[in-house]
């Protein structure tokens, strides 16, 4: 296959987004398959820009405004220009959260004409959307904890909520913007956080309890994973993409019922958003045995050690494997 990997991007996930596309391009290119880098804020990369791309590591933080400022300001038309895009015989999409996973990018691709991988424009945007993703959770009969929108007082939050609250950006990933608030003094800082990120802020019930994760390939439910943060209480951004923030486990050390019970509910969050060919999905599971779905990933991390290769790992699905189905998803679509 001709594929070209698209990744980088404006988005605060922007690094996370160049270590998926290093091990995605690698893998497919080591695999036999005729492979083009393409940064969508700086466009096809030369030889020195594919070896930069593959010694790629993430950051102990995000991109900071100015230096994504200065990504942006250059941005313009960067896809388009001589990308060779549109020779392809698919686009695998390594972005992380901003217009590459909110179904942007894919309504562009989908104009154009081109086969791209993951889920369509309108699975991606409501996906991405936390509060209208956890309103189809409850119409589809699957828990997710209470919420509210901001702007919203510490007197409402204490009613209906309970503190603590976890205030997050109502689209973005990689827990960029996250607070966990204990009272309600704490509440204006954490929304005005938040609102550095996105407009608009969901404020959810806190669920103590364990994280867990699993992988959809295909129509089927791969292997349950948990999480287990070392750096703090909440599996944060430092706790994901720096070594030894974490401890992942495949598979979970849970029982057979309950191993089931999570790989349904992800099943039916996965056709209640219309997802594509791929995603994983997140939940906490308390103290009580109860499960609760935090979100669903569209375009989840790729490279070798991230959560979704892990899940499919289990059940003898290489990397290269796992890169190869999802692009011949996209071309059977």
């Known amino acids: 296959m001709r594929i070209a990997v698209l990744f980088g991007g404006t988005s605060e996930e922007r690094d996370v987004s160049i270590a998926s596309g290093a091990q995605v391009f690698r893998a497919l290119r080591e695999a036999g398959h005729e492979v083009i880098a393409i940064d969508t804020a700086r466009g096809r990369l030369d030889a020195d820009g594919e070896r930069e791309l593959l010694a790629a590591r993430v950051a102990p933080l995000p991109p900071g405004d100015d230096q994504l400022a200065l990504i942006r300001a250059g941005a313009s038309g960067a896809l388009a220009r001589e990308s060779g895009i549109g020779e392809v015989d698919v686009v695998f999409l390594a972005l992380h959260g901003g217009s590459g996973e909110d179904g942007s990018l894919q309504a562009f691709l989908e104009l154009a004409g081109i086969a791209y991988t993951g889920s369509d424009h309108r699975g991606s945007s409501v996906a991405m959307d936390k509060d209208l993703s956890k309103t189809l959770f409850r119409a589809a009969g699957v828990p997710t904890a209470d919420w509210l929108m901001a702007p919203v007082d510490g007197d409402a939050v204490a009613t209906r909520l309970g503190f603590p609250v976890v205030v997050k ?15 309600p003094a704490g509440l204006p800082a954490a929304v005005d956080n938040a609102r550095r990120f996105d407009p608009e802020v969901l404020v959810e ?25 070392r750096l703090g209480e909440i599996f944060d951004y430092a706790s994901k993409y720096q070594s030894g923030g974490a401890s992942e486990i495949f598979p979970a050390e849970l ?14 969050v996965h056709r209640a958003l219309k997802l594509g060919s791929y995603s994983r999905v997140d939940f906490r599971l308390t103290p009580h045995g109860q499960l609760y779905c935090l979100e669903a990933n569209t375009l989840p991390g790729m490279t070798a050690t991230s959560l ?17 189905r999802i692009c011949r998803a996209a071309l059977g679509r």
Do not use: H, K, W, Y
């Open 169 to 183: 950006p109502n689209r973005q990933g990689s827990t960029i913007g996250l607070s966990v608030v204990d009272d």
């Open 205 to 229: 019930r806190f669920v103590p309890g364990r994280e867990l994760t699993v992988g959809i390939l295909d129509g089927e439910a791969l292997a349950v994973g948990e999480i287990i943060p």
């Open 255 to 268: 029982d057979a019922v309950t191993t089931r019970r999570v790989q349904e509910l992800a099943l039916v």
């Open 308 to 324: 979704l290769p892990q899940s499919a790992g289990v059940l003898g699905i290489g990397f290269a494997e796992l890169c190869e």
